[in-house]
């Protein structure tokens, strides 16, 4: 069916009015730096202003600050990390030939379960690497607990973590480090990019080094680092974005809200619970529908929507540890309910930071009608 309905997309990047950035464009062309100068120094104070947090490198990607931070912690052997994630989380182990070790996530917050991780933990366990998911902040203080009863390195990837808080404080501060993306579908985008935060000076230090190939500057290479640098143009939109972030994350908060508040209530559909005293930046805003309640699938509502032009993602699906890459890691016999029932029932609806709320609101009609037309009636 061809639907003349206008296009609802799922997400869409915020950008400043180009008239706001044009001027620190032209400044960057005429300085002759081009790449890791000026703006990416003002992007790295902003943010570590921002989260609060004594130490920021920005880097070429949160894949490139992985990879480096994984380096540079000294990881060995095997990292715990969950399969109900991005796959570029695992990208930064499988680059270091460090063994991902798959935990399975809560069914409520879809975060890594401290449980799961204390399960997966062997004599030859180095690290965590847990997953802020969508935006909600991970158990830290139990994944903290373990990590320090275990004496393993905990860090997080943060990439959806811009606008999120955990205990009313921003992300950033927590574990050895934590990663950011400033992806074009993340709350900060860039164009491409991502920030590394930490309290360890060493650590920020060596990042330094590290994203310039392994180059202290002497031309006599230390390590064999990367080219992870961000370039200064991405750096201004990245600057720009994050002057602009707090009422961003705001706005999408309350789209968010709106979304629960209208959907709330349909049989078999539930929404990624938020614990109290911590915020989500929604970086996806994903419904879980229990087909044997609702009487229809994701996929049937996935469907129904893309009919009428409204896009949507199954988000995270398939989980990591059943993906081409890496099902060669997952454990013989290991089973991972929570992850595989989560993967096969969430979806992504469209949410960005300056969408209008008669989108939301269209969004919530069409899932409505498509209850009527196949589930299970309230
Ligand atoms: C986007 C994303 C990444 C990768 O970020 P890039 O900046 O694109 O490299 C890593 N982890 C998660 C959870 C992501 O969503």
Do not use: C, E, R, S
């Given at each position: 069916m061809k639907s003349k309905l206008p296009h609802i997309p799922l997400t869409r990047p915020s950008t400043p009015p180009f008239a706001e950035v044009a001027p620190h464009l032209k400044k960057v062309a005429a300085s002759g730096f081009l790449t890791n100068a000026g703006y990416v120094r003002k992007l790295e104070d902003r943010a570590a202003r921002m989260l609060d947090v004594p130490h920021v490198v920005a880097v070429s990607s949160a894949t490139s600050g992985l990879i480096l931070t994984c380096k540079l912690l000294g990881l060995t052997g095997e990292v715990i990390v969950p399969s109900?994630?991005?796959?570029a989380t695992v990208h930064g182990l499988v680059w270091n030939n460090l063994t991902p070790v798959f935990c399975d996530c809560d069914p409520q917050t879809f975060n890594a379960d401290p449980e799961s991780v204390e399960r997966m933990i062997t004599r030859r366990t180095s690290a965590i690497l847990a997953v802020h998911v969508f935006?909600?902040?991970?158990?830290i203080a139990a994944l903290a607990r373990i990590a320090r009863e275990h004496k393993l390195k905990l860090l997080f990837?943060?990439?959806?973590?811009?606008?999120s808080a955990y205990r009313a404080k921003p992300l950033g501060r927590y574990g050895d480090a934590e990663v950011f993306s400033l992806s074009?579908?993340?709350?900060?985008?860039?164009g491409e990019g991502g920030i590394v935060t930490t309290r360890s000076r060493k650590l920020a230090n060596e990042l330094k080094v590290a994203r310039d190939y392994g180059n202290p500057g002497d031309y006599n290479c230390s390590f064999v680092g990367l080219n992870a640098r961000m370039a200064e143009w991405n750096a201004v939109f990245g600057w720009a974005a994050l002057n602009r972030m707090p009422q961003l994350a705001h706005r999408r908060r309350r789209l968010a809200e709106r979304y629960k508040k209208n959907l709330a209530g349909l049989p078999g559909l539930s929404f990624q619970s938020i614990p109290e005293n911590h915020l989500s930046s929604f970086k996806d805003f994903v419904i879980m529908v229990d087909p044997r309640r609702a009487g229809l699938s994701r996929d049937d509502l996935a469907q129904f929507l893309a009919a009428r032009n409204i896009d949507t993602r199954r988000y995270f699906f398939p989980p990591v540890h059943r993906q081409t890459a890496f099902r060669r890691f997952a454990k013989r016999g290991q089973k991972l309910p929570v992850t595989d029932f989560v993967s096969r029932n969430i979806l992504a609806l469209p949410l960005y930071s300056?969408?209008?709320?008669a989108e939301i609101d269209r969004v919530v009609q069409t899932v409505i009608a498509c209850y009527r037309k196949h589930g299970t009636q309230s």
């Open positions: 109900f994630t991005f796959f935006g909600n902040p991970a158990n990837d943060a990439a959806h973590g811009f606008g074009p579908t993340k709350l900060a985008p860039a300056h969408q209008q709320t």
